[in-house]
């Protein structure tokens, strides 16, 4: 695995005003911001591809890259479920240096990365390498820590963490289904509409600086309690091949709406007037680019 840090440090000069001028303040609709059209680079499922538990059982005692693999090339054949690829809408406010009132409204994937179909589907936990792989090569971002809490606070559905014994096996295949059908039978007790919008389940796989600065490791954020704090502070404890069954992938569209007008994320995230309502640690150089050193 290469981590390419060099490449990523450079950040966009100041673009917000001119954006800003671009997208003057305007209602954003929910009902076209989100459409179809940001998944269309997700293949369509094949008609007999496994169902999610087909495919975890035959990797029961599989672990690691080797997991981690298998899942990819599942996900990028288009196995995943329908639900997925319906898009919800997440909005982060924030103020420019002028006082300037913006609202950037992300697109998110409404439960964490699936395979399967709707009626049997498994959320799949994979090292940083094959999340940022699946991200790129599908046309997304992975989510950064205040994206996360968004969100968490506008989720229609919140799932209570459901921590498991710690201990050697927590990055086994048989802790990932335990804990999966956990939270479906948690998830059932709110809300059995698959594409609302859910959080709290899991940690999350994030994008922040501290990558750069920490090549090789994995940063992971969230898993948020009922009343909306983090179990999991950012953290780059882990290598960047670690899994466990508590982290989830989250998929955010490159596509985002400065005060509905559409913006490419990645520049947001790179502009020094606009970056802190997103990122909430300041600007991330070329999000895209970044994704793409890490596998």
């Known amino acids: 695995m290469l981590f390419r840090t060099t490449l990523f440090r450079t950040v966009a000069p100041v673009l917000g005003a001119a954006l800003i001028?671009?997208?003057?303040?305007?209602?954003?609709?929910?009902s076209t911001s989100c459409d179809a059209p940001l998944t269309r680079d997700i293949p369509h499922r094949a008609a007999r591809a496994p169902s999610g538990s087909a495919v975890m059982q035959e990797l029961m005692n599989t672990g690691g890259g080797a997991r981690d693999a298998a899942i990819v090339t599942q996900?990028?054949?288009?196995?995943?479920?329908?639900?997925?690829?319906?898009?919800?809408?997440?909005?982060?406010?924030?103020?420019?240096?002028?006082?300037?009132?913006?609202?950037?409204?992300?697109?998110?994937?409404?439960?964490?990365?699936?395979?399967?179909?709707?009626?049997?589907?498994?959320?799949?936990?994979?090292?940083?390498?094959?999340?940022?792989?699946?991200?790129?090569?599908?046309?997304?971002?992975?989510?950064?820590p205040r994206m996360v809490d968004a969100i968490y606070s506008q989720a229609a559905v919140h799932v209570a963490p459901s921590p498991m014994t710690p201990g050697s096996k927590m990055a086994s295949t048989a802790y990932l289904l335990e804990h999966?059908?956990?939270?479906?039978?948690?998830?059932?007790?709110?809300?059995?509409?698959?594409?609302?919008?859910?959080?709290?389940?899991?940690?999350?796989?994030?994008?922040?600086?501290?990558?750069?600065?920490?090549?090789?490791?994995?940063?992971i954020y969230g898993w948020h309690r009922p009343n909306g704090k983090p179990i999991q502070p950012l953290s780059t404890v882990h290598g960047a091949g670690y899994a466990d069954y508590s982290h989830g992938v989250r998929l955010i569209s490159r596509t985002a709406y400065l005060n509905g007008k559409q913006v490419d994320l990645n520049q947001i995230m790179q502009d020094r007037a606009l970056a802190s309502i997103v990122t909430?640690?300041?600007?991330?150089?070329?999000?895209?680019?970044?994704?793409?050193?890490?596998?």
């Open 21 to 30: 001028a671009l997208a003057p303040a305007g209602p954003v609709s929910a």
């Open 75 to 144: 996900v990028l054949s288009g196995n995943l479920p329908a639900f997925l690829r319906t898009l919800k809408p997440v909005t982060l406010s924030g103020k420019l240096a002028d006082g300037q009132q913006v609202r950037v409204t992300i697109c998110v994937t409404p439960d964490y990365l699936s395979v399967g179909d709707d009626r049997d589907y498994v959320r799949v936990p994979m090292g940083l390498a094959a999340a940022a792989r699946v991200a790129s090569e599908l046309g997304f971002l992975l989510p950064t």
């Open 180 to 219: 999966d059908r956990t939270v479906d039978r948690q998830r059932s007790q709110v809300s059995r509409e698959a594409g609302a919008l859910t959080a709290g389940q899991k940690k999350d796989i994030v994008l922040t600086n501290r990558l750069l600065s920490k090549p090789g490791r994995v940063a």
């Open 280 to 295: 909430g640690e300041g600007p991330i150089g070329n999000a895209e680019r970044l994704l793409a050193g890490l596998y």
